[in-house]
């Protein structure tokens, strides 16, 4: 059995997923990567499948069904889930595993320190915006990727089938009943999308579609709005 399941929801990723899958066969232990695409129309699903990755295809793009179906496949007791613009540090491995291996681990649930590959200070004063929410507030987001064990997803109801807040979903469910641990090692994502918007704008674009996912609004229409 692997010690570590990785679940990747894919849609449209073939520019990035290949770097973060280098990163992930770095590790020394024996884990298994599970792509979970939404309906690619690049190359994704081709590089999942020559890469060595365990291909799920989706019904449909929708990022908490992916990362549940993805777990319902999953043989490890540990779970892994990461965005596929993300990128790892090459001693995450040893961090990850002597965090699986430390003893009443299985009843916290963990997430890297968020980084961006980007230089200036709007970006700094951004990673430390996220980790002072993820450490006082207990508020990581899916973008800083997710440790916890079987047992703990299972009982807080997995990954809701949400196109939209299904990372926030779950962490408020899962910090009910578990507490939410830095593993202390960094996880690189991304600045595509404060390039195209810029930080202050996309920032308040989040804050709002947070505030209207509170008031009920339908997270399919919440999805279209962030992503149209």
């Given at each position: 059995?692997?010690i570590l ?6 849609l449209?990723e ?6 973060l ?7 020394n232990?024996?884990i298994?990567?599970?792509?979970v695409d939404?309906?690619s129309?690049?190359?994704s699903?081709e590089?999942s499948?020559?890469?060595g990755?365990?291909l799920?295809?989706s019904t449909?793009?929708?990022?908490g069904?992916?990362m ?19 990128r ?10 002597n ?5 009443n ?6 997430y ?5 590959k980007?230089?200036g200070?709007?970006?700094?004063l951004l990673?430390s915006?996220v980790?002072?929410?993820s ?23 997995g ?5 939209l807040m ?7 469910r899962?910090?009910?009943?578990a ?15 404060w390039d ?8 308040l ?7 209207l ?6 997270n ?9």
């Open positions: 059995m692997p399941s990785v679940i990747l929801p894919t449209n073939a520019e990035r997923l290949p770097l899958v280098a990163d992930l066969h770095k590790c232990e024996q298994e990567i599970i792509v939404g309906g129309t690049d190359k699903v590089i499948r020559l890469s990755c365990q799920i295809k449909e793009a929708n990022r069904a992916q549940h179906l993805g777990a319902c496949h999953a043989e490890s007791n540990w779970f892994l889930f990461l965005h596929a613009d993300s790892l540090t090459d001693n995450w491995s040893e961090i990850v595993s965090t699986i291996l430390a003893r681990s299985n009843k916290n649930a963990w890297f320190d968020f980084k961006v980007r230089n200070l709007n970006m700094r990673e915006i980790f002072l929410r450490q006082f507030l207990q508020r990581p987001y899916g973008d800083q990727g997710l440790l916890i064990n079987k047992n703990l997803y299972n009982s807080v109801g990954f809701a089938p949400l196109y299904e990372d926030l979903d779950f962490i408020e899962v910090s009910k009943r507490k939410l641990n830095r593993l202390k090692s960094n996880i690189f994502t991304d600045a595509k999308k195209e918007k810029g930080l202050i704008k996309q920032t674009i989040n804050l709002r579609l947070r505030i996912w509170k008031k009920g609004k339908i399919s229409d919440l999805y279209k709005e962030y992503y149209l």
